[in-house]
């Protein structure tokens, strides 16, 4: 009887140690027990903003990489500027750029009332994320979650994070090793632009290291982008991918193929043979890429994520918890 007990009392801890030890790691359904309907809830309110605009769907794609690659995966993005200090979404790479913000709010207000302190926002993003690539795209994967909010927020900090447009290959390659993302994910992530819109001020057709630029395409931007340079007050948008600007697909790789890439680092793809092959694959097999994005998009939802004790579960996405 007594050993019997003590069994009993090892096995608890046993498992409470097993429990313990999983929290400090990223897990399918982290939220399974403690707010089961976390990601239904994300997805309803991703689902009503991106059906109304798909533009929103590519905003949320673009925040969850922002996020992940300044100071890892914590919703630092999200922090609003305050009296004392300018926070990093206000950074030229994030600001007026980034979108969807609000419907990050209004998961997170929905979260709260459900199930209050219990969500991260850096989980929300990252679910978010996936929402919109399985309604863009109808690519599906499972988001490890576990993710607490960081605190801090600095606009210098996506200042050699945040790749550049005008960056060439070699800048791209060392930019994601520096976040344990091979060549082949940044390759592959960057097929997230066959979404979306790019600011004219992000790019420059008539520039010279534009010298093959599809000249159809080119006439379509002078036309739509201030002639000859952009300037701040006039800086208006173009479609990323012109043939399918809503559509979660394979094409960005055709386009570059036909040298149909908007921005530098876009086209920056096509100047080896090793990333070129990745090109033509990619452009050829639409479920390979599919895939592949799947995996990279979670390998860049786990980088440097706060986990376990560390960090906090915000109550409001844009503003550090006081207590
Ligand atoms: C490889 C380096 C990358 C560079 C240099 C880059 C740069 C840019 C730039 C300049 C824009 C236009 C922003 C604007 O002016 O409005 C943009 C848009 C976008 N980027 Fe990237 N990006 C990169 C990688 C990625 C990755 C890894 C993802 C996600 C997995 C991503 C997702 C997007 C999306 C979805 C848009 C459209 C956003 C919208 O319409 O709101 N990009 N990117
Ligand atoms: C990259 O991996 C190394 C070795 O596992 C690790 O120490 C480092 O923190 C990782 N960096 C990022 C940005 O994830
Ligand atoms: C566009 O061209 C202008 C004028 O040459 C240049 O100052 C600017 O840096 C270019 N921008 C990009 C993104 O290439």
């Given amino acids: 009887m007594k050993s019997s007990i003590t069994f009993s009392l090892l096995l608890i801890l046993a498992m409470s140690s097993t429990v313990c030890m999983a929290s400090d790691n990223l897990q399918v359904g982290f939220y399974r027990q403690t707010c089961p309907s976390a990601e239904r809830i994300v997805r309803n309110a991703v689902n009503r903003a991106v059906s109304q605009n798909p533009g929103l ?162 006439n379509v931007l002078r036309g739509r982008c201030p002639y000859p340079a952009v300037d701040v007050n006039n800086d208006p948008t173009v479609p990323l991918d012109f043939v399918t600007p809503n559509k979660l697909d394979n094409l960005y790789y055709k386009n570059l193929q036909h040298n149909r890439a908007l921005l530098t680092s876009d086209q920056a793809l096509m100047a080896t043979p090793a990333t070129v092959q990745m090109v033509r694959n990619f452009g050829s097999q639409g479920g390979v890429w599919a895939n592949k994005f799947a995996n990279a998009m979670v390998h860049m939802g786990s980088i440097e994520v706060l986990t376990g004790t560390q960090g906090q579960i915000r109550r409001n996405c844009r503003v550090v918890n006081s207590y």
Avoid: W
């Fill in 57 to 218: 769907g590519a905003g949320l794609i673009r925040m969850h990489f922002h996020d992940c690659f300044v100071r890892g995966c914590d919703a630092s993005i999200l922090l609003d500027s305050t009296p004392g200090s300018q926070a990093e979404k206000d950074h030229p790479a994030n600001f007026p750029s980034i979108r969807g913000y609000e419907i990050i709010d209004e998961a997170k207000a929905e979260l709260e009332s459900q199930c209050p302190n219990t969500v991260s926002c850096a989980d929300i993003v990252a679910f978010a994320a996936r929402d919109s690539a399985s309604k863009l795209g109808g690519i599906n994967y499972a988001v490890q979650s576990g993710r607490k909010d960081g605190t801090i927020s600095n606009i210098n900090d996506p200042t050699g994070n945040i790749p550049r447009p005008i960056f060439n290959l070699q800048q791209l390659e060392e930019n994601f090793a520096r976040k344990n993302l091979s060549l082949e994910e940044m390759v592959v992530l960057s097929g997230a632009h066959s979404i979306g819109v790019t600011h004219c001020s992000a790019f420059n057709e008539t520039q010279p290291q534009y010298p093959s630029l599809d000249p159809t395409l080119a």
